[in-house]
């Protein structure tokens, strides 16, 4: 039985992380402040800017319900303050609301169609939806006007790599690279591209490279660990799996990853703990459900 469980769930490492790029940080804590001078003395703008802040001061804090119904006051107060739908659009998104996400960012473009984070942001939840070459339109509408953002190129690259076309998303991810070198997705996203054709020393250079740059990400570290385990580096693997667990003990992915190659070192006792330990934080990991 131990046999058969392993073959079932630890033959194969889960897949590769490349997320998408959002733009909302610095987009959410600035609003208000860059367009400030928008703002009149009357009651109702007042309460809204309020408002504003405040779902912005959620949002930072990761209480997204709740920077929902702030900005929700804040449109109630004022419609057409751009801050207040672009920051329910953010929120919303970061909710997975996808489609009124999408909803919110029209609004706010209708009241400035020239900030072109919304527009990104907005690519990013058609991306999400599946619908990728509407996504890619939004980002190339972007880059018209601001081709010298980095973060929309990588994002053009996650979208081209979903339609199949490897060659242009390589070409994006450097586009990127030229643009920021310290664009640390960029990095992992040509290394995915390398990955896709089994190119695993290439693809661990640039792992490596991206983990340099920002070595905070766990699911960086995840990736790094499946591509040591591919190239049989086991105790390195081991290493990378550790940052992982380390910078979020809750990625079940890393757990699961790291008994795959405690299993592959014949530490098969150590490596069952550990796949328990995947199966205690994601019971639904095994089920065919993604997360």
């Known amino acids: 039985m131990f046999a058969a469980l392993f073959q079932k769930h630890l033959k194969k ?35 809204a800017k309020k408002w504003i802040k405040n779902g912005q001061s959620k949002y930072k804090r990761a209480k997204f ?8 006051k804040a449109i109630a107060s004022y419609p057409d ?18 489609d009124m996400a999408i909803q919110a960012y029209d609004k706010a473009l209708s009241i400035d ?10 690519g990013i939840a058609l991306y999400k939806k599946g619908s990728y070459e509407e996504a890619l339109k939004l980002y190339d509408k972007a880059l018209e ?5 980095a973060t929309t190129w990588y994002n053009k690259g996650v979208t081209l790599i979903a339609l199949g076309r490897h060659q242009e998303a390589m070409q994006a991810f450097e586009k990127a690279i030229e643009i920021n070198p310290q664009e640390d997705l960029a990095w992992h996203g040509k290394g995915y591209i390398l990955i896709l054709s089994e190119q695993y020393d290439a693809a661990l250079q640039l ?9 905070e ?12 385990d591919k190239l049989r580096m086991y105790d390195d693997a081991i290493k990378a799996f550790d940052k992982a667990i380390e910078s979020n003990p809750k990625s079940a992915r890393a757990w699961h990853n790291k008994a795959n190659t405690l299993y592959n070192l014949g530490k098969y006792e150590e490596s069952m703990r550990t796949y328990n330990k995947a199966m205690e934080l994601d019971p639904l990991l095994y089920a065919g459900i993604k997360k």
Do not use: H
Not at 13 to 35: D, M, N, Y
Not at 65 to 72: I, L, S, T
Not at 207 to 215: G, H, R
């Open 13 to 47: 490492a889960l897949p590769f992380i490349l997320p998408l790029s959002i733009c909302l940080s610095s987009q959410i804590t600035s609003a208000v402040s860059l367009r400030s001078n928008v703002y009149q003395t009357s009651s109702k703008k007042y309460s």
């Open 65 to 72: 319900e709740r920077a929902v119904k702030a900005y929700n």
């Open 81 to 98: 303050y751009f801050e207040a739908w672009d920051g329910l659009g953010n929120a919303l998104y970061c909710m997975g609301n996808y």
């Open 113 to 122: 169609p020239n900030y072109n984070a919304t527009w990104v942001n907005k």
């Open 145 to 149: 006007s601001d081709p010298g953002f």
């Open 207 to 215: 792992f490596s490279k991206a983990i340099q740059v920002n070595p």
């Open 217 to 228: 990400r766990a699911w960086a570290w995840n990736n790094m660990g499946i591509t040591l």
